[in-house]
């Protein structure tokens, strides 16, 4: 009888160890989380959201994942969504073929963009620059179908101007890292 009460009080210990340290990950999650949204130059609420809907942002141990999280886990993938997106709607209106085939090939080199900054998060300023090219990259875009009144190229620049929010979040963490590396 008493070891099974010994059995069971270490057994609840254990569970207790356990939530207590999955508590305090998450608390630094979202401290780091905090930090980011504190730098990002979209609307609070949108970072928040964003990152915290996105498991492996909650999960980040630290700044430097968290900004892996946010360049590898939902700006380039996103880009690479539009890239897709760009080459259906060269499907879809004929007429624009030329643009939306241009417009392509910038979300491509956005994708590749974002390789690039984020192997420079050890060299934080090339990282703001590659992060830079990215929003020249949409601006290219803009100057391209920005105007056109057809449905796809209005769907296009909609997540266009999201991607540019998505951006956002990469300057962000690269300011944050900027930050705490100078401290």
């Not at 909650?58 to 997106?85: D, M």
């Not at 994708?111 to 020249?136: N, P």
């Not at 991607?163 to 956002?168: A, I, R």
Request: neutral net charge.
């Amino acid at each position: 009888m008493v070891s099974s009460s010994y059995c069971f009080f270490f057994v609840s210990v254990a569970f207790l160890l356990q939530s207590l340290v999955v508590s305090a990950s998450a608390l630094n999650s979202t401290k780091f989380i905090d930090q980011l949204c504190q730098k990002a130059l979209v609307d609070r609420a949108f970072c928040l959201q964003t990152l915290s809907a996105y498991p492996p942002a909650v999960s980040a141990t630290a700044l430097l994942p968290l900004a892996e999280v946010v360049f590898l886990g939902i700006c380039q993938p996103y880009a690479k969504l539009l890239v897709k997106s760009a080459d259906r709607a060269a499907e879809k209106v004929p007429a624009l073929k030329e643009p939306f085939k241009k417009c392509q090939d910038a979300y491509s080199r956005i994708v590749l963009e974002l390789k690039y900054a984020t192997r420079d998060l050890t060299s934080l300023y090339d990282a703001i620059y590659d992060i830079q090219m990215c929003f020249d990259e949409i601006n290219i875009v803009e100057s391209w179908i920005g105007r056109n009144k057809d449905s796809a190229s209005k769907s296009l620049m909609e997540m266009t101007t999201h991607m540019g929010n998505l951006l956002q979040l990469a300057v962000g963490a690269t300011q944050v890292l900027i930050n705490y590396v100078n401290i």
